[in-house]
């Protein structure tokens, strides 16, 4: 496989907290994903994983490097910042970006004033510029993929962790990405309703989504994952076939983490 | 020494009329301002969160000055100062419309950020990755959260703007207290005049708090359960 959908080079990413709190948060991290292939990222908490999803869809656009998804490569030197109509190119480049690669996150980010149908069809309409009738049934659609079709009408503060996430994996897919982003898409929920929605991201994967998941499920990892990042401390410490990095992991980092989770 | 009060209830009779019309004023003009003040305070709020430096600074200037000062300088100001510095004349009524929308739209601002600053910053980062803009979140997504969280503040500020309308009858509107005032010195009847419009600014008061009681369950009623 050398179809490659997303590549990452040499990613920084400093968060400032004041003047003599400044954190690294991402270092030098490269990355490659292959067309429908599954990746999980695992490493302890401000290890980086999140921060590595978010630098992908420059929701925080990384410090230094670039990311080149489906033949355009985005970088923070190239925002134009003067020149207005060319700043206003780049966020046009930008929104397309981000249609292509949906994200789940790990407190669902549900639009609260929205029904569940609505939280669907909105992006559709006000992003693709969809037909209102069009995106509800796709709306439907998706809505039907994960189980939930009959909660179309309900409003988010009305669904279980379960249900809302099952939503927010369909809000992503109504716009039909070519790469999902899941961050840590099940540590909110009730231990009872985790398995269900990790079936729906299994379903998703076999039926050759490319993912990204940051995930502490190493169940899910074992399973599903195709290859398996360990971070630490910003950077990419260990990776490879996911079976094999868990079994047999090289680092004495990540065997002391897997140590202590498992 | 004590000086009987002659109470005369009756002359509330012949007086209600002229306090009718001046409550229609009262309510027209605060109307007015509420309006402008709401659409004029978005603005400066606008400007406030602005990317520029600049234009942050003026709009953070603004809504110092306007919040500075009582509403009472501010209607001399702009009837008798600015009326007579640069020479436009406004009617008493416009000067105090003026007057309530520059003080009050300075809060409303700040009402505006804090309840934009409110809302789940989960929620720009999801309209972000679903591919909208900045222009298209907020109209979608950003706003009609953020209405939901400001309405108590706006209905007690609109509470506040009928309260304090009664301050520019000092410029000779014929709103409710103005009305009030002339039938004071007319009828010698104070007591039972001024206690009788406390009774209408109540009413008007109560109404209002019984909309806005309502306006809050209707907006809110999915987030309730």
């Known amino acids: 496989m050398t179809d490659s959908i997303i590549e990452a080079r040499g990613l920084n990413k400093w968060f400032h907290r004041g003047h003599a709190n400044e954190h690294h948060a991402l270092r030098d991290v490269d990355l490659t994903v292959q067309k429908g292939e599954v990746l999980v990222v695992i490493g302890p908490s401000g290890s980086g994983k999140s921060t590595l999803l978010r630098c992908l869809n420059f929701l925080a656009p990384p410090e230094t490097g670039s990311v080149t998804f489906l033949g355009l490569t985005l970088t923070r030197e190239n925002l134009p910042r003067f020149d207005v109509s060319a700043r206003l190119a780049y966020e046009k480049r930008l929104r397309h970006f981000r249609t292509q690669m949906g994200m789940v996150f790990q407190h669902f980010n549900l639009f609260p004033h929205m029904t569940a149908l609505d939280n669907v069809a909105a992006a559709p309409v006000r992003v693709l510029g969809m037909s209102r009738s069009d995106a509800r049934a796709r709306a439907v659609e998706e809505l039907e993929r994960v189980g939930i079709a009959d909660k179309a009408k309900s409003y988010p503060s009305q669904l279980s962790g379960g249900q809302k996430q099952r939503v927010a994996i369909a809000r992503a897919l109504a716009m039909q990405p070519q790469l999902m982003l899941f961050d840590e898409a099940t540590s909110a929920l009730d231990p009872e309703l985790i398995g269900g929605v990790l079936e729906e991201m299994k379903k998703l994967a076999e039926g050759g989504m490319t993912m990204i998941v940051v995930t502490h499920e190493m169940g899910f990892a074992r399973e599903v994952g195709d290859r398996l990042i360990f971070m630490d401390g910003g950077h990419i410490i260990e990776q490879g076939a996911a079976r094999d990095v868990l079994a047999d992991p090289q680092k004495e980092r990540t065997r002391e983490f897997l140590r202590a989770i498992l | ?225």
């Open chain 2, 1 to 225: 020494m004590t000086v009987a009060y002659a109470f005369q209830w009756s002359v509330l009779r012949p007086a209600i009329g002229e306090l009718w019309h001046g409550l229609r004023i009262t309510l027209e003009l605060s109307a007015a301002s509420l309006v402008l003040a709401l659409t004029l305070g978005l603005v400066v709020a606008l400007l406030r969160m602005s990317s520029l430096r600049v234009v942050r600074a003026a709009a953070y200037v603004y809504i110092q000055v306007f919040r500075a000062l009582s509403l009472y300088i501010y209607v001399l100001w702009i009837y008798f100062g600015i009326a007579g510095a640069v020479g436009i004349n406004l009617s008493p009524l416009t000067a105090g419309v003026v007057a309530l929308t520059v003080l009050n739209s300075a809060y409303m601002a700040e009402i505006y950020r804090s309840a934009l600053g409110a809302v789940d910053p989960g929620q720009h980062e999801a309209a972000a990755s679903l591919g909208f803009g900045r222009v298209r979140a907020f109209a979608t997504v950003i706003s009609p959260q953020a209405i939901r969280i400001a309405v108590p503040s706006l209905v007690n500020q609109f509470v506040d703007i009928v309260k304090d309308s009664s301050i520019i009858a000092i410029i000779g509107t014929s709103d409710l207290f103005g009305v009030t005032n002339r039938l004071v010195s007319y009828y010698r009847a104070p007591f039972e005049l001024y206690t009788l419009v406390a009774f209408f600014y109540l009413s008007v008061v109560l109404v209002i708090s019984a909309l806005a009681t309502f306006l809050e369950r209707r907006l809110q009623r999915h987030l309730l359960l």
